[in-house]
Protein backbone atom coordinates (compact mmCIF):
# COMPACT_ATOMS: atom_id res chain seq x y z
CA UNK A 1 0.00 0.00 0.00
CA UNK A 2 2.60 2.26 0.82
CA UNK A 3 4.22 1.74 -2.32
CA UNK A 4 1.41 2.83 -4.34
CA UNK A 5 1.17 5.86 -2.56
CA UNK A 6 4.52 6.53 -2.70
CA UNK A 7 3.85 6.10 -6.98
CA UNK A 8 1.14 8.04 -6.94
CA UNK A 9 2.85 10.77 -5.12
CA UNK A 10 5.53 11.14 -7.25
CA UNK A 11 3.22 11.01 -10.35
CA UNK A 12 1.02 13.80 -9.07
CA UNK A 13 4.54 15.66 -8.19
CA UNK A 14 5.70 15.46 -11.65
CA UNK A 15 2.65 16.23 -12.94
CA UNK A 16 2.62 19.42 -11.62
CA UNK A 17 5.65 20.18 -13.20
CA UNK A 18 4.25 19.52 -16.52
CA UNK A 19 1.47 21.91 -15.97
CA UNK A 20 3.51 24.76 -15.87
CA UNK A 21 3.71 26.64 -19.33
CA UNK A 22 6.73 26.58 -21.20
CA UNK A 23 9.04 29.08 -22.26
CA UNK A 24 11.09 26.62 -24.97
CA UNK A 25 11.03 27.73 -28.47
CA UNK A 26 9.18 25.69 -31.02
CA UNK A 27 12.95 24.08 -32.28
CA UNK A 28 13.08 22.85 -28.41
CA UNK A 29 9.79 20.67 -29.58
CA UNK A 30 11.57 18.79 -31.95
CA UNK A 31 14.30 18.10 -29.55
CA UNK A 32 11.56 17.01 -27.00
CA UNK A 33 10.51 14.25 -29.64
CA UNK A 34 13.59 12.95 -30.21
CA UNK A 35 14.77 13.06 -26.06
CA UNK A 36 10.98 10.97 -25.40
CA UNK A 37 12.33 8.13 -28.65
CA UNK A 38 15.48 8.05 -26.56
CA UNK A 39 13.91 7.78 -23.38
CA UNK A 40 11.53 4.79 -24.74
CA UNK A 41 14.07 2.90 -26.01
CA UNK A 42 16.11 3.11 -23.02
CA UNK A 43 13.36 1.80 -20.96
CA UNK A 44 12.88 -1.16 -23.53
CA UNK A 45 16.26 -2.00 -23.26
CA UNK A 46 16.14 -2.09 -19.54
CA UNK A 47 12.59 -3.83 -19.15
CA UNK A 48 14.11 -6.49 -22.03
CA UNK A 49 17.65 -7.10 -19.63
CA UNK A 50 15.24 -7.10 -16.49
CA UNK A 51 13.24 -10.74 -18.05
CA UNK A 52 16.20 -12.29 -18.21
CA UNK A 53 16.27 -13.29 -22.07
CA UNK A 54 12.13 -13.53 -22.42
CA UNK A 55 10.46 -11.12 -25.24
CA UNK A 56 8.57 -8.04 -23.76
CA UNK A 57 5.12 -8.50 -24.16
CA UNK A 58 3.53 -6.84 -26.92
CA UNK A 59 0.59 -5.07 -24.58
CA UNK A 60 3.72 -3.85 -22.56
CA UNK A 61 5.39 -1.92 -25.37
CA UNK A 62 2.19 -0.63 -26.76
CA UNK A 63 1.39 0.43 -23.10
CA UNK A 64 5.15 2.18 -22.64
CA UNK A 65 4.35 4.22 -26.14
CA UNK A 66 0.53 5.42 -24.91
CA UNK A 67 2.56 7.00 -21.52
CA UNK A 68 3.12 10.76 -21.15
CA UNK A 69 6.44 12.91 -21.24
CA UNK A 70 6.27 13.27 -17.99
CA UNK A 71 6.02 9.73 -17.17
CA UNK A 72 8.30 8.77 -19.83
CA UNK A 73 11.08 11.04 -17.79
CA UNK A 74 10.14 9.70 -14.78
CA UNK A 75 10.17 5.61 -15.74
CA UNK A 76 13.50 6.62 -17.94
CA UNK A 77 15.20 8.43 -14.59
CA UNK A 78 14.51 5.42 -12.92
CA UNK A 79 15.97 3.18 -15.50
CA UNK A 80 18.89 5.35 -15.25
CA UNK A 81 19.36 3.90 -11.53
CA UNK A 82 18.33 0.41 -12.63
CA UNK A 83 21.56 0.09 -14.74
CA UNK A 84 23.72 2.21 -12.46
CA UNK A 85 22.69 0.34 -9.04
CA UNK A 86 23.39 -3.25 -10.90
CA UNK A 87 21.72 -6.24 -8.93
CA UNK A 88 21.14 -4.58 -5.32
CA UNK A 89 17.93 -3.65 -3.27
CA UNK A 90 17.75 -0.25 -4.87
CA UNK A 91 17.76 -1.44 -8.96
CA UNK A 92 15.23 -4.07 -7.06
CA UNK A 93 12.89 -0.83 -6.06
CA UNK A 94 13.12 0.89 -8.75
CA UNK A 95 12.31 -1.90 -11.18
CA UNK A 96 8.86 -2.21 -9.04
CA UNK A 97 8.74 1.24 -9.79
CA UNK A 98 9.18 1.00 -12.91
CA UNK A 99 6.20 -2.16 -13.66
CA UNK A 100 4.02 -0.28 -11.17
CA UNK A 101 3.82 3.08 -13.05
CA UNK A 102 3.99 1.09 -16.61
CA UNK A 103 0.66 -0.94 -15.51
CA UNK A 104 -1.32 1.37 -13.14
CA UNK A 105 -0.80 4.58 -15.71
Same mark, same amino acid.
Given at each position: MAVVLFVASVISSSSLAVA %? @? +? +??PASGLALAGTNRQANIFKILVVLENKVDGHTL @???AREKIFTLGDAQIRLIASLCDRIVGAGDTA? %???AFLLVTALIIFS
Amino acid at each position: MAVVLFVASVISSSSLAVA %A @P +S +SRPASGLALAGTNRQANIFKILVVLENKVDGHTL @PEKAREKIFTLGDAQIRLIASLCDRIVGAGDTAG %ANIAFLLVTALIIFS
